[in-house]
């Protein structure tokens, strides 16, 4: 999304709404599945050489669920704020205040980058259960709770069975020496 600077000079506050393909993002290493196009639409503004755009960006993201791995749609409504200067001693990475040195804009990566931003840890699909999508296969069960508290249970009574089967290596001579008693 490129945006003549000398038009936001002619015109305050410029207005701008575009569609704008960010399908670039589904093969960075992140758990975006599917992305292509959002609505940007926003407005900036010229004041004392800092160019001021807040924009919104509305589109839907597809990302893996959580406990499943199948597909969930992701609504999202980023709200954005970015500064830009074409005065070098303006521009300030404490304030965030950008220096550009051309007379067009490109909003892209700084939009790409709130979106990123708006990614979340974690997303869940409301319809899918981890039984419809993963059944008993070969290496592994799936196990409801109970089950995997008894099983638990079970393993848990065979070591202590085992424990007290044992006999201290150090102490087997002498198990040899009652054995010689009975006899």
Known sequence: MKIPLQKV?????YSFSETVD??????????????????????????????????????????????????VSFPFNVE???????????ASEEHEIHFIDREVLDLTPYIKENILLEVPIRVFSEETKIEDVVGEQEGFTVLGEDEYHEQEAMQQEQLEEEKQQKVDPRLSSLKQYFEDDKN
């Open 9 to 13: 000079k002619a015109s305050e506050p």
């Open 22 to 71: 960010v399908s670039e993002l589904e093969t960075m290493d992140n758990d975006i599945r599917q992305l292509h196009e959002v609505d940007v639409t926003g407005e900036a503004l010229l004041e004392q050489g800092i160019y001021t755009f807040r924009f919104n960006v509305n589109g839907t993201m597809v990302l893996p669920c959580a406990r499943t791995l199948v597909d």
């Open 80 to 90: 954005a704020y970015e500064q830009f200067t074409t005065q070098s001693y303006k």
